[in-house]
């Protein structure tokens, strides 16, 4: 295999020396776009082999498996890498129409965490990210960049971003970064 | 130095001494002061020249409000701003300030002899002196007035400083912290509500900050003030946003707020922004603003020295700072005689008090007898003296019959006025919100509100200390009530309350002839008295258009101490009530706000969004010239020591056409439709027939819109029965998933068919030439790449060098090629991987020059470039790609109308000059008889030219009317210099019979 070229590998930014915010790559996970009739999700589910949630913004986590719904008839599927063929695979088995899409280059995962995560990311967008329920996610617009916001615990949020997008959306996590380390 | 200092005044600390210039002159001034205060600290009034008249002006007002002290600013580091109004300007040590309008000096200024010739710059000048002869407005009138025009000089260098930008929601915004907003916030704030309180000012307070005697519940004002800030801070549910202004209201309590964040700071740290917006939403706002003291309208009130009774008051009491030694004050307002009052108690010789009005309440006059002050009650002001700086004020009596009597000269070196005070509705006006003219206080309040909005104190005509500090909580607490949280608003017990009662009028009464009297209403725009009398004597009747042609209220201060009064003498004027005048309208922002503030994280390298492909950084090191194509910034062309973008063009293009290029393609638009319905989606999409496309075979595909103009075009590839990969130019990607989309859910909802984008999922390399096989072959596995199993146009799923990929067999250059898509992350190893391989073949690569030629060459178009929104697939020449039989699809009853069907359309042709060496612009205009009379009937225009190397002469592709018949003819260009011919050709100019494409 071929050495994959991953944007903003290894990248960093560490906030301030109380840590009020760490800013890093996530590592590479597998990833799909589900596009399925809401009345199928259960058949999913079982093909997924982890349920899928039912309510737009809801994420189901089972075994490293997750199911973030993002739209009335659309979900994105997370798993590790090595996994990937294997969903591939299983759905390909599902009687019931569907879309299953590999979309696990397109993106690129940003963690953001520290007590600071929330005012970071106010600094680029628009909905109230403090109101956010802990465990749901959501597509949105980032400065001038679409993402899908996840916030995986009260301090610790999950941005994907198409990879073109990512130098655009971690150049401002810096910038708002330094501003958060002056406390300004 | 004359030290204005006075002992015992004050909140400025004293310890800390601060050192700033003014026009070079080095000056102190200690922290806390503006540069207005620390500059009357030291006796400078005179700060600037006023805009037209060059007339020497002072400090006005000790507010935002400020139209004259103007001045310049440099914070060191390229960091200069004109146009800073020195009365909200925090001095800091180094600041470096000067004033502006004045050449070779603010004392001896020659631009004043516009003062002296004022008779000829009356109202409407302009309109009037330049209508004649018009051909000098462009080169001579224009360019003057342009040059005069404008305070302050705009920096030339590129600013330095970043900006910031935050998203926050809140229950209740309270906007101004004085005492009416200090009191809502509290109440807000206790409640349990989520509070932001800001205020323009470096701290808290508003009016309480200028009222150290005052008492709030037993304690003194600066006590409590000091109280209440520690209450603030303690609640974890408030937010104190100092130093930051609310700039506009728009639709849905959205409040943009602007923080200076460190302007006023002598060190910046290392990549500190200077300004932040906020961008406020709100489920409550209260808008505590206070409100604005009106100058008073008499000849020679703009002297550096006359200035506002409140402003010296705030001067004397905040910032310990007498205005003059020998002090006049006049007014038709009882507020400005405790200005008297306070500055004949810290010492200052209050030489009269005259108040227009001809009774005043008797505890004032009491007061000033009290204080051995003179008082002139029914007197009116009729002139001032002195060049820089007030000198002397003329008064007179004036009888009950409105006679003025003979006049008095009193020697001052400060005048102080009040003509009242004017609430400021600026933000709740910008909600669209109605104002109602309230005739006993002679003001507008607030109406009618669009927004879950409340204004309190005197910014809705509550004037006192203890109304603002009650409409303040009551508000603060209904606020939190509607936003869900309960509160009982507390009371507030207020000692040392000012008298707050007056009148409001035109022009001061005078014994001379008032059109000659140099009485300003608008200072900041030089707009006085007779201007506004003379624009109504022209025939203005609306104050929107005697506003436009004096330019009164027109000014970066939005006529903040102007407009109230310019509405008196328009409706004096007028002979109309002042609500028949009308009131022009107050626009974002409500205080001059940097451009910088509203890009705010959106300069340098962050201005736009720039997408690089994964294969963009090979490209960089191996020394590409890159161009934007919409977001995408791609390859251009790969110059080799030596050589411009001709030379390397034409050696890339050959190099393609005798042996291998690669080009990265990975910007082409991607979107993977799928689903039992994908055919039949793809049917009423496309122009094409798509039920007979095998799985593995690929087709052209053209989109229209419903008009039938083409849209978009690509090939798309079947993966499987129910599965396309569909490409779109690179520009198009998300228009055309945005369109599909919008068909999909709105027209055909029963499809069972879904989209996805996977531009990014997609590295793509292009491999283009006859030994693109060859290169290609041992790296692939699991495809048979034979010309029969594999031919042009197939697409297959294998492997190359390792990875996945997609396999399309498909050229856009004419010759044999592929275009290998493989996952992104993989793209650039599989691209070095090939690139070193391919050395064998002196693989080249290429940028998005060469691929236009090459595929120019072959008569292929690029959508939006000979396509322009007007061109049908008969028109492009792509008739071919329809489907004949098909029942419908977008745009194929447009394609029926009799004009789309007409001879004479403008059809896409080729084009070769007669002289081979002329390369056409693009753009170029074409015309069928050169010798015609001028302006020329043009047939078309020049939509591709380019040099061609392998024909070693130009070509070109261009649209002219009816184009297709004239085969063979000559047409003509013409340009500045000369008009080419050409002649009008196929499209195809290499290789028409497509024998390369199977090589």
Known sequence: MLLANHPLLGKTITGDQTSKLTIRVAEDVARFSLRIDPASAPSAGTAFGAPLPTRIGGMVETGGRTALQLGPDEWVLTAPVGESDGIADAFAALQDPHSLVDVGHREVGILVEGEAAALALRSAIAFDVEAMAVGTGCRTIFDKAQIVLIREDKNRFRIEVWRSFADHVWGILQAVSREIALGI | MTNFRIAGKGRVNRSRQIRFTFDGVDYAGCEGDTLASALLANGVHLVGRSFKYHRPRGVLTAGSEEPNALVGTDRGNGRSEPNTRATVLEVFDGLKTESQNRWPSLTRDIGAVNDALSMLFSAGFYYKTFMWPKSFWDKVYEPVIRNAAGLGKAPTAPDPDTYASRFAHCDVLVVGGGAAGLAAALEAGRSGASVILCDEQAELGGSL????????????????????????????????????????????????????????????????????????????????????????????NDRPGVMLAGAARTYLNRYGVKVGNRVVVVTTHDSAWHAAFDLAQAGVEVAAIVDVRGTVPSQLAAA?????????????????????????????????GGKV???????????????????????????????TWNEDGQMFLPGRGMEECRLAGAGKGRFGLKAAFEDGAAAGAAAAADAGFGAEPAVYHVEGELSFTGVTGRELPTDRDPGHAKAFVDFQNDVMAKDIRLAVREGFKSIEHIKRYTTTGMATDQGKTSNI??????SDALKRPIPAVGLTTFRPPYTPTSFGTFAGYNKGALFEVTRKTPIDAWAEENGAAFEPVSLWRRAWYFP???????????????????????????????????????????????????????????????????????RDDGVIGRLAHDRFHVTTSTGGAARVLN?????????????????????????????????????????????????????????????????????????????????????????????????????????????????????????????????DGTLTPDDAGLGWAIGKTKPDFVGKRSLSRPDMLAKDRKQLVGLLTTDPKTVLEEGAQIVLDPNQPVPMKMVGHVTSSYWSAELGRSIALAVIQGGRSLQGQTVHVPMPDTVHAATITGMVFVDPENTRLSA
């Open chain 2, 640 to 710: 080799q020591v030596g050589e411009d973008m001709h030379a390397a063009v034409a050696r890339e293009c050959k190099a393609v056409r005798s042996s291998l290029g690669i080009f990265d393609a990975s910007t082409l638009g991607k979107i993977e439709i799928v689903g039992p319905d994908a055919a039949e989606f793809m049917n009423r999409m496309y122009t094409n027939a798509w039920t007979k496309l095998a799985p593995g075979r690929c087709r052209y595909g053209l989109l229209l819109g419903e008009d039938g103009f083409i």
């Open chain 2, 739 to 867: 369109m599909m989309e919008d068909y999909l859910q709105t027209e055909w909802p029963d499809l069972k068919v879904w989209l996805t984008s996977t531009t990014e999922q997609w590295s793509v390399i292009a491999l283009q030439g006859p030994n693109a096989r060859k290169l290609i072959e041992p790296f692939v596995e699991g495809i048979d790449l034979s010309e029969g199993a594999f031919p042009h146009m197939a697409v297959a799923t294998g492997k190359i060098c390792g990875v996945p990929t997609r396999l399309f067999r498909v050229s856009f250059t004419g010759e044999l090629g592929f275009e290998i898509n493989v996952p992104a992350r993989y793209g650039r190893a599989v691209w070095e991987r090939l690139f070193e391989a391919g050395q064998r073949f002196g693989i080249t690569p290429y940028g998005t020059e060469t691929m236009h030629v090459l595929r120019a060459e072959k008569g292929y178009i690029i959508v939006g470039q000979d396509t």
């Open chain 2, 405 to 435: 009597g003979a006049a008095e000269t009193i020697a001052c070196d400060a005048l102080l006025m009040s003509g009242g005070w004017t609430p400021s509705v600026h933000l709740f006006s910008h909600t669209q919100g109605s104002l």
């Open chain 2, 209 to 300: 900050l200028s009222e150290p005697a005052a008492e709030i519940n037993g304690q003194l004002a600066w006590d409590w003030l000091e109280d209440a800030n520690a209450a603030l801070a303690a609640m974890p549910n408030v937010t104190v946003l100092p130093r930051t202004t609310a700039i506009g209201y728009y639709h849905q309590n959205f409040v943009g707020l602007c923080q200076r964040l460190t302007d006023h700071l002598a060190i910046v740290p290392e990549g500190a922004p200077r300004e932040r917006m906020w961008k406020l939403r709100a489920k409550q706002v209260v808008l505590a603003q206070g409100a604005i003291e009106k100058p008073l309208v008499f000849a020679g």
């Open chain 2, 368 to 400: 000033a007898d009290a204080l051995r002050i003179r008082t002139l009650i029914g007197w009116t002001v009729t002139g001032t003296k002195g060049r820089l700086r007030v000198s002397s004020v003329r008064v007179n009596p004036v009888t009950n």
């Open chain 2, 565 to 570: 009064n310019g509405l008196a003498v328009a």
